[in-house]
């Protein structure tokens, strides 16, 4: 099996760039014809059910766009990595639901948790009712991780313009979620 | 006020609002990425989950289109009932599942009007329900200050494909009028979400008020036959 899913260097380059420009068709075509084969090596070896194979091959593909977006994977061996986080995920999920004794961080209050499902599903049905260029303009920032620099050269603006947008963008998207909880 | 509200709130900079509203945004956005990719694995790969397998159903709307209804009506009986003679399956409970699901039911859409936060909720709440969304749905049909009677029917049945029988029981009751231009819909809802909820001698009751001609007669008299041949053990107390 190839080490990376048949990816040569300048090809894994050209993922790269794709995907810091939220352009996502190439990493698809690759890992979701490799995700079913990701599911057989979680289940053949760790003996998990389908839809927990399912989940956390899922989860890592998730993760490993965001990696690789951040410049944090490189070229070398894709599917070891690949395979090692999703059978990572994979033994994390399974853990979660092994009774343990009860131990003082359970107990302790987690600062980090910042936001909750309510906020994530009000959020996603405020982002329907946000226009279209708001919402390029906030997938390239925030979901493709690109400077604010590369966007105002794509959309042939000036840095402080499009940093201007950005900042009324988010204002407007709070607007609407705010509009969508207040009648809760 | 939730979480991110305060958050958002407390901000005092730009670069603090965008902090606040960062990381749930990028969840929302990862979430959408996931439902694409769900999609393409399961048309491009045939890789489904197993909970969730969709199944190919035929689309109608209720109400507004009877004539429509009608037709997928008679095409789904008569797959079921070439399904019931040829496998024999005998729950009725098994039976009552598959009626429910055996043709997609959409909301007929949103009426002009003015586009106030309520109209926003309700178009919404018509969005999730033919997304099949209907957690969702309910949430919003719920939202809704002056529901109308099809708000509520839309709501019960949200209530109903989300496995929330006995919401759905109540407001069908609630819905339950002479007049209700819901009636034959609702009979037979009613009657199904009964034998969902293992109530089997109110859903045989219901059963029996669907009148011939009306909508469903046929699969409410093959439910009847089932119920009343198979002889279930029944564990609510009211069944006793």
Known sequence: MNKNFGLSTVEFDDLVNELRHDNNELFEKIFLSHFGDSMTFLKRNYKSTHDDAYDAVMDTMIEFRQRIIEGKIYYGNLRYLFTKMATQKYMRQANSYKSRPIVESDITTVNHIEYNEEDIKTLAISWEYLGEECQTLLKLHIHANMKLVEIAEQMDRSPATIRKKKERCIKKLMQIFKKHNKTE | ?240
């Open chain 2, 1 to 240: 006020m939730t979480h991110l509200d305060k958050k958002y709130d407390r901000a005092s900079s730009p670069e603090e609002r965008e902090k606040a509203v960062k990381p749930v945004l990028k969840i929302v956005l990862d979430r959408q990425l996931q439902d694409t990719w769900t999609k393409k694995l399961s048309s491009q790969y045939g890789i489904t989950r197993n909970r969730m397998t969709p199944q190919k159903r035929k689309v109608f709307s209720l109400g507004r289109t009877r004539r429509i209804l009608a037709i997928a009506a008679s095409i789904t009986l008569f797959f079921l009932v070439g399904r019931v003679v040829l496998f024999s399956p005998s729950d009725p409970k098994q039976i009552a599942e598959e009626y429910l699901h055996a043709r997609e039911v959409l909301h007929p859409g949103l009426v002009k009007g003015v586009a106030d936060i309520q109209y926003q909720f309700r178009g919404q709440a018509i969005k999730f329900f033919d997304e099949k969304k209907y957690e969702d749905a309910a949430l919003y049909f719920r939202k809704i200050e002056n529901q109308t009677s099809e708000d509520k029917f839309y709501l019960s049945l949200s209530y109903l494909f989300d496995g929330q029988y006995e919401e759905a029981i109540d407001l069908l009751n609630a819905l339950k009028t002479p007049n209700s231009s819901f009636r034959e819909e609702i009979n037979w809802y009613i009657s199904v979400a009964y034998i969902l909820n293992d109530q089997s001698s109110k859903a045989l009751s219901s059963l029996h008020k669907i009148r011939k001609g009306e909508w469903n007669y046929s699969e409410s008299q093959n439910l009847i036959s089932l119920m009343t041949t198979t002889k279930r053990k029944l564990k609510k107390p009211e069944d006793l």
